[in-house]
């Protein structure tokens, strides 16, 4: 087989309906599903007829598929090579991508590197051998003694008095308290406002650490249905990485013995992130130390759980005398003076 | 020569390798090499990365190596142009001398 049979093309699936029903054709052959996400394919030709393609939906390598006949070729590197180089010049550098366990030796040669494994299920690998490493050694520079060492992780979409409570709870039961601030920008609020509206919120809380998000937790890249809840049902493995990159390598930087969540009564994304948490964080096999996850029943205001999509559903009828009750001060302060009041003056 | 951006250079593909340097911390520069010929191989790759990196007083990145078994020279051409891709160097700018 000679290279020069072979040709490379990019194909826009959202643009070019006949070659995304090619691809989907082709992904069935592999055992793949069709992901409506994938923003973008690189595909191979041989006189005419499609034999590998990898697709690409922001920073996640998706559809890496190759025709059976064409296998053990020097193809998939030369897939993964266009891939990393269309993803590039789409401004992503810091790829992920999930396959069977089974494929993992495959990505392995091409460059991507396994971070957590679902055994018999899904593995998810990241495309430097300096990324997740290097994040914890980061972290192990913050690690704290004591005999019990909490974390959180939370939105803060915007933050409420439950978030405080939540975070005041876990600090009083914990030797140290380490909260991460999700850092993806999917949210009403920006990165940068929610972890202001956290730090300035908790200035006054003992024996804690705010950290920045990154993509090792709760993001588009280890839990990508979080933020595309109305996409379909969260399967098992999606909670399932996240949740193991944190037991297997972020606890163990920081030497967190106990994940603190407050309990969940309306989205059902969160309620089953919670429950899996129990799971994967400690009953799962895994060679990394349990996790406990502790539920701290939510602050309620009146009979009604305190939650921020109630926070940003008062914020669009503009109830700051309601939204008093349910954020601290320097969050209300914040959306009066720094979110509503420039969009007033723009209007 | 300071690291701004991400860049890469090269492919995956056999005799080849793809170099990715990116913005770090701190001064100097962290080196991280794997390659399927490592264990033959492994210094003196190391050894003809570090020769070029030096040379171009590269400072303040991650340069990854993704070797495929490429000869000396594939190395030295890949690592310059993704350090001068990753440092901004315009083609103008460009100190040929620099260049062995």
């Given at each position: ?7 490379c093309e ?29 923003e ?8 005419g ?16 598929a ?28 810091h790829l ?22 679902v055994?018999?299920?899904v593995?998810?690998?990241e ?5 997740l ?21 939370m939105?803060?979409?915007p ?62 890249a280890t ?10 049902i ?23 013995t ?32 349990p996790v ?21 559903r008062?914020?669009a ?31 | 020569?300071?690291?701004?951006r ?7 593909e056999?005799?080849d ?6 913005p ?18 492994g ?6 990365a ?9 400072s ?13 020279c ?13 440092c ?13």
């Amino acid at each position: 087989m000679t290279d020069d049979e072979l040709s490379c093309e990019t194909i826009f699936p959202a643009r070019q309906p006949l070659e995304r029903g090619e691809i989907g054709r082709f992904l069935v052959q592999s055992d793949l599903d069709y992901e409506p996400g994938v923003e973008v394919f690189v595909v191979f030709r041989r006189e005419g007829t499609l034999v590998a393609c990898a697709g690409l939906e922001k920073n996640i390598v998706k559809c890496v598929a190759i025709s059976e006949e064409l296998r053990g070729e020097s193809i998939g590197l030369k897939l993964l090579t266009e891939i990393v180089g269309l993803a590039q010049d789409r401004g992503y550098s810091h790829l992920f991508l999930y396959t069977k366990p089974d494929n993992v030796p495959f990505f392995r040669g091409c460059g991507f590197y396994p971070l957590v494994e679902v055994p018999g299920r899904v593995a998810f690998m990241e495309n430097t051998p300096v990324g997740l490493p290097s994040y914890c050694t980061r972290l192990r520079g913050e690690a704290k003694s004591g005999g019990k060492i909490g974390a959180i992780v939370m939105n803060a979409n915007p933050f409420t008095l439950g978030h405080l409570y939540l975070i005041e709870r876990a600090a009083a039961e914990c030797d140290w308290l380490h909260v991460f601030v999700v850092a993806e920008e999917a949210s009403l609020f920006s990165y940068r406002d929610r972890f202001a509206m956290v730090s300035e919120g908790t200035a006054r809380v003992a024996r804690m650490t705010l950290h920045h998000g990154s993509s090792y937790m709760v993001s588009r890249a280890t839990f990508s249905s979080y933020f595309f809840k109305e996409k379909g049902i969260v399967g098992d493995c999606c909670t399932a990485v996240d949740l193991l990159v944190f037991r297997n390598w972020i606890a163990p930087a920081l030497g967190v013995t106990h994940r603190f969540v407050g309990t969940e009564p309306f989205c059902p994304t969160t309620r089953k992130y919670n429950a899996d948490m129990h799971h994967w964080l400690a009953e799962a096999a895994s060679p990394a130390a349990p996790v406990e996850t502790v539920e701290i029943p939510r602050l309620t205001y009146g009979e009604t759980p305190i939650s921020a999509s109630e926070v940003r559903r008062l914020l669009a009828e503009k109830d700051f005398a309601a939204i008093a009750h349910l954020v601290p001060p320097t969050t209300l302060d914040f959306l009066q003076t720094r979110w509503c009041a420039p969009a007033m003056t723009a209007a | 020569m300071k690291v701004v951006r991400e860049a890469l250079a090269g492919t995956l593909e056999s005799n080849d390798l793809l170099v990715r340097v990116s913005p770090g911390r701190g001064e100097g520069y962290e080196l991280v090499i794997s390659s399927e010929v490592k264990h033959q191989f492994g210094p003196q790759i190391e050894a003809t990365a570090k020769e070029v990196l030096a040379r171009l007083a590269v400072s303040g990145g991650t340069v990854v190596i993704e070797d495929k078994g490429a000869l000396d020279c594939t190395i030295r051409a890949r690592l310059e142009a993704a350090a001068m891709r990753a440092c901004a160097v315009e083609a103008a700018d460009i100190d040929w001398s620099k260049l062995k």
